[in-house]
Structures are given as C-alpha cells and as structure tokens.
T-cell receptor, first 112, second 110 residues
Framework: QQQVKQSPQSLIVQKGGISIINCAYE??????FPWYQQFPGKGPALLIA?????SEKKEGRFTISFNKSAKQFSLHIMDSQPGDSATYFC???????????FGTGTRLTVIP | KAGVTQTPRYLIKTRGQQVTLSCSPI?????VSWYQQTPGQGLQFLFE???????NKGNFPGRFSGRQFSNSRSEMNVSTLELGDSALYLC?????????FGQGTRLTVV
C-alpha cells in the first residue's frame, strides 16, 4: 500500500509560471515531510522540508503548504525556470526513524 | 564538506551472482540508509544502520543484507541476483532527520 500518494505524474509549465505538486499521506504518526529534486543520473537532493507545527514554509522560490487535518502537503515553485525541470518526490517519515516513504514522483518540464 | 560517496557507479552482473555496493556517508553522520529505485516501484526503503546496528528494515527478501563499519561506512550485499534486482541503489546519510543521498549505483542484472 502506497503510504504517500503524489500527483500529478507529470507537469508542464511555462517559464515564469507556478508549478504545484500535491501529496497525501495516511499514517498520522508521520511528522516530517521533505521534498526532493532529482535530475537524470543523479541522486535525489533535499529541497525543502516541513514539520506539522507550521502550515507553510518558504525558501526562495520554493514553498511547502501543509494541511494536517486533510493529511495533505504541497510544493509550490514560483517563477518556474527551465533549470527547475526535474523529477520531484515528496516523502514522509516519523521523527527518529530514518526511513522515508516516498511518493511516486512528478516529472516537471518548464518550457522557455 | 564531501557528500555521500557510492561505489561503484555502474555494475553489470549475471543472474545468480552476488554483488556488494559501498557507501561512505558525510563526515559526522552515523546513520546510513539504503533505497532501491526502479521505474515501476519508485523509491523503496531497504534498511538503515546506525552505529553499526541495523535499526530499521524495509520489506525486501533476505537476499538483501547490509552492514556498517565503525567509521560509519556501509556496504549492501545482494545474493543470488535476479533480473528484477536491476535498479538504482541509493545510499543516504542522515543527521537530525535530514537525509542526503549519494548519486547511486546503477546495477544491471543480465
């Protein structure tokens, strides 16, 4: 059973637009929600992460929105750039347990 | 600060053989986790080692095993390779809950 569900599977956005990727989780024990960016031939790189004590976290053009009651969280990429074209993964885990449950990934393409 | 180093980057093995993959974590990180990435199953957790002890284990058969040394370096072993073991194997070192991945070892079983 997929513990973290991610959508959409693929996304095409114009340069300068907003990219939005959504994730939902089942296990209410999860309390750490990171996003990873992966380029072809590379390992996933930690982009930004959030814990349930806040509803939003922003780092540069990247924002995570978190809805604890709905068990959902999303990544917003503002002013999307062609260099942002990559696969994005959401994940979830419990504090103290370094085993991440990943979503299925979203392939983002930013068109110049 | 050097990142997570995985060796080798690429491997081709024959069905039935065994393989050992190596991971050197970021200096100071004592937790090392292994993941398998395939197009069909995505990223799946294999196991985690902390201070030379396996602390967590995913849902993989016993053919997949690992160990961690006193310097936190870790190895992963897969015995009796099957075609379905072809994947990108990723190692992550963690500190205060944040996991940092290496570039992975691409294993092809023929």
């Amino acid at each position: 059973q997929q513990q973290v569900k991610q959508s959409p599977q693929s996304l095409i956005v114009q340069k300068g637009g907003i990219s939005i990727i959504n994730c939902a989780y089942e296990n209410t024990a999860f309390d750490y929600f990171p996003w990873y960016q992966q380029f072809p031939g590379k390992g996933p790189a930690l982009l930004i992460a959030i814990r349930p004590d806040v509803s939003e976290k922003k780092e540069g053009r990247f924002t995570i929105s978190f809805n604890k009651s709905a068990k959902q969280f999303s990544l917003h990429i503002m002013d999307s750039q062609p260099g942002d074209s990559a696969t994005y993964f959401c994940a979830a885990s419990k504090t103290g347990a370094n085993n991440l449950f990943f979503g299925t990934g979203t392939r983002l393409t930013v068109i110049p | 600060k050097a990142g997570v180093t995985q060796t080798p980057r690429y491997l081709i093995k024959t069905r039935g053989q065994q393989v050992t993959l190596s991971c050197s974590p970021i200096s100071g990180h004592r937790s090392v986790s292994w993941y398998q990435q395939t197009p069909g199953q995505g990223l799946q957790f294999l196991f985690e080692y902390f201070s030379e002890t396996q602390r967590n284990k995913g849902n993989f058969p016993g053919r997949f095993s690992g160990r961690q040394f006193s310097n936190s370096r870790s190895e992963m072993n897969v015995s009796t390779l099957e075609l379905g073991d072809s994947a990108l194997y990723l190692c992550a070192s963690s500190y205060r809950g944040e996991a940092f991945f290496g570039q992975g070892t691409r294993l092809t079983v023929v």
